[in-house]
């Protein structure tokens, strides 16, 4: 089946540690996104990529990183810098051909501090 | 800035009630307009859209209009069910570039039996 597979579900961050996301799709889709969930605030965009080995930085992305050098991964490194980390993790692709209207998104990733 | 506001939750309603979900926007142009619903531990799925003034997206027995004139995408659905509880985003995007979706706060709904 087609889909998106993100991994862990659960991931827990010590201080000054940088961790990495897992996101892969096997949807052939071109473009791939990852937000960032809070209680109460909706979902905010991290970072976005329409291409391979292309990448914008979304509303948020001070203190994260990503790379996408495979048209169906899209990893996401949340550094030490981001103070804050502890959110849900959404990601999502969309294909062009789809009027650039309709995001498939993955489970989830939950990030907490230690 | 362009921004989607939603009904704060959450909603708690017996089985067979009536929902509304209110969602209004504000944006420069006029752009297209979805409804996503997140089941828990999961991620989002497309429940409907609507791409311009007037049209009504509809889906499980959920319907939106969406209304230029009190730019508002309200989702409504005539009797809920238990397997209804989730919680409900509101977004918009606009056509052309990236897939940009803003997204409302979401609105829990829980129903019971």
């Known amino acids: 089946d087609g889909g998106i597979t993100q991994s862990p579900k659960y991931l827990f961050r010590k201080e000054g540690q940088n961790v990495t996301l897992s996101c892969e799709q096997n949807?052939?889709?071109?473009?791939m996104y990852w937000y960032r969930q809070d209680p109460g605030q909706g979902l905010r965009l991290i970072y976005y990529s329409q291409i391979v080995n292309d990448f914008q930085k979304g509303d948020i992305a001070e203190g994260y990183s990503v790379s996408r050098e495979k048209k169906e991964s899209f990893p996401l490194t949340v550094t030490s810098a981001q103070k804050n980390p502890t959110a849900f993790y959404l990601c999502a692709s969309s294909s062009r051909d789809s009027l650039n209207e309709k995001l498939f998104f993955g489970s989830g990733t939950q990030l907490s501090v230690l | 800035g362009d921004s989607v506001t939603q009904m704060e939750g959450p909603v708690t309603l017996s089985e067979e009630a009536f929902l509304t979900i209110n969602c209004t926007y504000t944006?420069?142009?006029?752009?297209?307009l979805f409804w996503y619903v997140q089941y828990p531990g999961e991620g989002l799925q497309l429940l409907l859209k609507a791409t311009k003034a007037d049209d009504k997206g509809s889906n499980k027995g959920f319907e939106a209009t969406y209304r230029k004139e009190t730019t508002s995408f309200h989702l409504e659905k005539g009797s809920v069910q238990v397997s209804d509880s989730a919680v409900y985003f509101c977004?918009?995007?606009?056509?052309?570039?990236?897939?940009?979706?803003?997204f409302g706060a979401g609105t829990r709904l829980a129903v019971h039996p």
């Open positions: 949807l052939n889709h071109d473009a």
């Open positions: 944006a420069t142009g006029y752009p297209s």
């Open positions: 977004a918009l995007i606009f056509s052309g570039g990236y897939n940009k979706l803003i």
